[in-house]
């Protein structure tokens, strides 16, 4: 089993910056791809960003490229999300996800994703 954990989020005034951490324990994580999601209220959880095991493959929502940037140190086992230019319809709960092992790519698909956080409350206000 691998157990994530979110932190960093809060209240910000749009155009503002927050920067999300995701620490993993347990079973080794470093070898899957890693994951941002989130969910607005009544809305469906929705992909935000992701990279592969080694780094080298960074996948994006159009709606945050350019703005958000996803990185990962593997000797802490930690993900981070880097979140700039901060709009009030990014208001939403991050979560941090990570695929098994076996899974080092990244993946913009819910399903490709084998364990989740708790998540972050993310607020931007206007």
């Known amino acids: 089993q691998v157990q994530l954990v979110e932190s960093g989020g809060g209240l910000v005034q749009a155009g503002g910056s927050l920067r999300l951490s995701c620490a993993a324990s347990?079973?080794?994580?470093?070898?899957?791809?890693m994951g941002w999601f989130r969910q607005a209220p009544g809305k469906e959880r929705s992909f935000v960003a992701s990279?592969?095991?080694?780094?080298?493959?960074?996948l994006y929502a159009n709606s945050v490229k350019g703005r958000f940037t996803i990185s990962r140190d593997i000797a802490k086992n930690m993900v981070y999300l880097q979140m700039n230019s901060l709009k009030p319809e990014d208001t939403a709960v991050y979560y941090c996800?990570?695929?098994?092992?076996?899974?080092?790519?990244?993946?913009?698909?819910?399903?490709?994703?084998?364990?989740w956080g708790q998540g972050t409350q993310v607020t931007v206000s206007s």
């Open positions: 347990g079973r080794t994580f470093s070898s899957g791809g």
């Open positions: 990279i592969s095991r080694s780094g080298g493959s960074v």
């Open positions: 996800a990570a695929r098994s092992p076996a899974r080092p790519s990244a993946s913009i698909w819910r399903s490709d994703y084998d364990f």
